[in-house]
């Protein structure tokens, strides 16, 4: 099974609000991954966690905060946001991060901040 | 830093005819992976080939097929007997296999391919 889910499938918030993004995996891999993506882009990586600690932060604001409560599960926690952050989060799980094979992606939560 | 270019923004293709996704990439590293993902309209991202460069032999996936060229450093994308389905954004993306990676994907900018009926 290379399933990776996430949810909620769509999320509209104002800009003091507080929501956040959840991604779930089941194939024991140890590796899981945040993107950004907008429109017609590719994926930007936002945060990198390796056996449930955080390995790569790619400069996000703080308005952004991860968290990995256990190996199958990646939170994306949101505070704060600005309408720029409006984008289709993508999380991503991989065996592990130091022997990169392909990553295997969910289906996105598309998020708009008003 | 890797750098991975796709030089076609937009490509279109009968259905039942095959196209050519161009990728070419940068880097210093010797042993790396490259991938094609395709990310059809509003829906998932999902893995099409994959090729280790340490392998010689293009990998081939049912109707995709890829053309390594290490030394070229160039790494297209054939697509036979294009389907409606195939419709979406192709990316190529780069990763390398150990020792500094942090499991980092480079991706390229993504070529849109259209099949028309």
């Known amino acids: 099974d290379t399933e990776v889910t996430q949810t909620p499938k769509h999320l509209v918030m104002g800009m003091t609000n507080k929501k956040s993004l959840k991604c779930e995996q089941h194939m024991g891999h140890r590796a899981m991954y945040w993107y950004k993506q907008k429109a017609k882009k590719p994926p930007e990586l936002m945060f990198v966690?390796?056996?449930?600690?955080?390995?790569i932060n790619e400069s996000v604001p703080s308005r952004f905060s991860p968290e990995c409560p256990n190996s199958s599960l990646l939170n994306l926690h949101l505070h704060a946001l600005q309408p720029e952050d409006s984008a289709l989060y993508l999380c991503?799980?991989?065996?592990?991060?130091?022997?990169?094979?392909?990553?295997?992606f969910g289906p996105g939560t598309r998020l708009t901040v008003t | 830093a890797q750098t991975v270019t796709q030089s076609q923004p937009e490509m279109s293709v009968q259905e039942a005819e095959t196209v050519t996704l161009s990728c070419t990439y940068d880097?210093?590293?010797?042993?790396?992976?490259l991938f094609w993902y395709k990310q059809p309209p509003s829906r998932q991202m999902i893995l099409v080939i994959r090729q280790e460069a340490y392998k010689q032999q293009n990998a081939t996936e049912n109707r995709f097929s890829v053309n390594f060229q290490k030394a070229a450093k160039s790494f297209s994308l054939k697509i036979s007997d294009s389907q409606l389905g195939d419709t979406a954004m192709y990316f190529c993306?780069?990763?390398?296999?150990?020792?500094?990676?942090?499991?980092?994907?480079?991706f390229g900018q993504g070529t849109i391919l259209t099949v028309h009926p």
């Open positions: 880097t210093s590293e010797s042993n790396y992976y």
């Open positions: 991503a799980s991989s065996l592990q991060r130091d022997k990169p094979r392909e990553q295997y």
């Open positions: 966690y390796s056996y449930e600690k955080l390995s």
């Open positions: 993306a780069f990763t390398n296999a150990g020792g500094t990676s942090y499991g980092k994907l480079t």
